[in-house]
């Protein structure tokens, strides 16, 4: 390169390139540090923008999931719900009826301890009618095969099927009779079955709930996986572009010198006038 020709000057042009280059490192480190992300456009990292924006799908797909396990799991809730308001109606029909197989009371005695029968089993009914989701009646039979979208693919999926009803008929509880000792022998008999019955439903839906639970754990861990390889890749580390910006500044001043002593050295020929 040679200052006595002066048709051109190179070396302001080379300068002016690489001041041009440097103020564009400078604005990404200032566009990043403002942003908080590394990539903020495709043009900066069109793979790295792809895998981060898959990523944030998969993201908010297992949190929406999660949030699903939580319905699941106020569903199982409100059906154990049932079955343990249920369980305490059946534990003093159970002493109702123990009561009635004593031949120590009299006959008016064991119509009052009927009708008292009678009217716990019509609140079983009513609690049937009572325990129910977003309209969804849970313990009458009908809340069968449903499916809880638990996860970000479409065949995770959780089956929850509480079974036959828990009125007071499955359950064969409708027809006590404890008008006489022998019937209420059996009306025991029928109440401790269906004792057992609903002990078995409220162990099922415990069982759920405990599988729920895990799912509910291994999203979590999942969505901060998932947010932590997003990060990586799409967010800017403060540090390196603070070091960055203080480094290309430094450049930016050295870049302006160098551009103002290429544009005043082709005036030395001017010299060779004098």
Do not use: H
């Not at 998969?58 to 809730?77: C, D, H, I, P």
């Not at 009779?177 to 078995?200: E, F, K, P, Y």
Request: hydrophobic content about 45%.
């Amino acid at each position: 390169m040679s200052f006595t020709r002066i048709g051109s000057n190179t070396a302001a042009e080379q300068s002016f390139n690489a001041l041009l280059n440097v103020n564009r490192e400078i604005g990404k480190r200032l566009l990043r540090l403002s942003t908080g992300k590394r990539i903020n456009s495709v043009g900066d990292d069109a793979a790295g923008f792809a895998l981060a924006r898959g990523l944030e799908s998969r993201r908010r797909s297992l949190t929406q999931a999660l949030e699903n396990v939580g319905n699941a799991k106020n569903v199982l809730a409100i059906a154990e719900g049932g079955y343990l308001a249920i369980a305490s109606l059946l534990q003093i029909i159970k002493e109702k009826t123990v009561q009635g197989a004593d031949d120590s009371f009299s006959a008016e005695q064991r119509v009052a301890i009927q009708g008292q029968i009678d009217a716990l089993v019509t609140e079983i009914d009513d609690i049937i009618d009572e325990t129910q989701y977003q309209g969804l009646r849970l313990i009458d039979g009908t809340f069968t095969g449903k499916k809880f979208q638990t996860g970000a693919a479409a065949g995770d999926v959780f089956d929850v099927d509480l079974g036959t009803s828990a009125n007071a008929v499955t359950l064969g509880v409708d027809a006590l009779d404890v008008t006489s000792s022998s019937t209420a022998s059996t009306a025991m008999a029928a109440v401790d079955s269906a004792i057992n019955t609903l002990n078995s439903r409220a162990q099922q839906i415990g069982e759920f709930l405990i599988r729920l639970s895990s799912k509910e754990d291994t999203l979590a861990v999942a969505i901060t996986n998932t947010e932590s390889a997003r990060s990586r890749i799409e967010d800017a580390d403060f540090a390196r572009e603070q070091l960055d910006l203080v480094r290309f500044q430094i450049i930016q001043q050295t870049a302006f010198s160098s551009f103002a002593q290429a544009n005043t050295a082709p005036q030395l020929v001017l010299s060779l006038f004098r």
